[in-house]
T-cell receptor
Framework: AQSVTQPDIHITVSEGASLELRCNYS??????LFWYVQSPGQGLQLLLK??????LVQGIKGFEAEFKRSQSSFNLRKPSVHWSDAAEYFC????????????FGAGTRLTVKP | DGGITQSPKYLFRKEGQNVTLSCEQN?????MYWYRQDPGQGLRLIYY???????QKGDIAEGYSVSREKKESFPLTVTSAQKNPTAFYLC????????????????FGAGSRLTVL
């Protein structure tokens, strides 16, 4: 069965420091991978997605993620974190179509220290 | 601007009552979804609908019901049979499958927080 694991429940980084959020997945077919961000009390916003091609994908707000098939990982990175990046981040895996099979990780909450 | 509107944002329910959460979209999306979010558990699929007058159960449909009478609307009823309804509920939509590579990208509403008193 497909699943997503985000090993870090909560991460704290200083403003200006680099960030890496981990995501590991288990999926029987070709995985399509997503990172979403959620501000408190809000819905989810797509940061980036990987469907095929270049394994390093760029997203909005200066985020990028790298797909590593051999490690079943899709880690999210940002070189320099801003205070406005404080939020909860969700990794998701699913088929290209039919979101009924989409699986979300439990989320990683990011706190940014001044 | 196009988007998804969920209402109410906050809702309180007494035990034994049914409540209905509204979800309206003006994105002309075909498919609509309801997810439940609990702390530390990510999102779990309750129901989804790919066309009008048709919907399917997700992973945790027990105690919930939906309807899809119009393309724009997909209300969720939390019934008294749902034993632990306190949660954050998210509605989402996406374009028809078979289109561009972005077809599986979900657009989310801002959510509704239901608390049982």
């Amino acid at each position: 069965a497909q699943s997503v694991t985000q090993p870090d429940i909560h991460i704290t980084v200083s403003e200006g420091a680099s960030l890496e959020l981990r995501c590991n997945y288990s999926y029987g077919a070709t995985p399509y991978l997503f990172w979403y961000v959620q501000s408190p009390g809000q819905g989810l916003q797509l940061l980036l997605k990987y469907f095929s091609g270049d394994t390093l994908v760029q997203g909005i707000k200066g985020f990028e993620a790298e797909f590593k098939r051999s490690q079943s990982s899709f880690n999210l990175r940002k070189p320099s974190v801003h205070w406005s990046d404080a939020a909860e981040y969700f990794c998701a895996v699913g088929p290209l179509y039919n979101n009924n099979d989409m699986r979300f990780g439990a989320g990683t909450r990011l706190t940014v220290k001044p | 601007d196009g988007g998804i509107t969920q209402s109410p944002k906050y809702l309180f329910r007494k035990e034994g009552q049914n409540v209905t959460l509204s979800c309206e979209q003006n994105l002309n999306h075909d498919a609509m979804y309801w997810y439940r979010q609990d702390p530390g558990q990510g999102l779990r699929l309750i129901y989804y609908s790919q066309i009008v007058n048709d919907f399917q159960k997700g992973d945790i449909a027990e105690g919930y019901s939906v309807s899809r009478e119009k393309k724009e609307s997909f209300p969720l009823t939390v019934t008294s049979a749902q034993k632990n309804p306190t949660a954050f509920y998210l509605c989402a939509s996406r374009p028809k499958s078979g289109g561009a590579a972005g077809a599986n990208v979900l657009t989310f509403g801002a959510g509704s927080r239901l608390t049982v008193l």
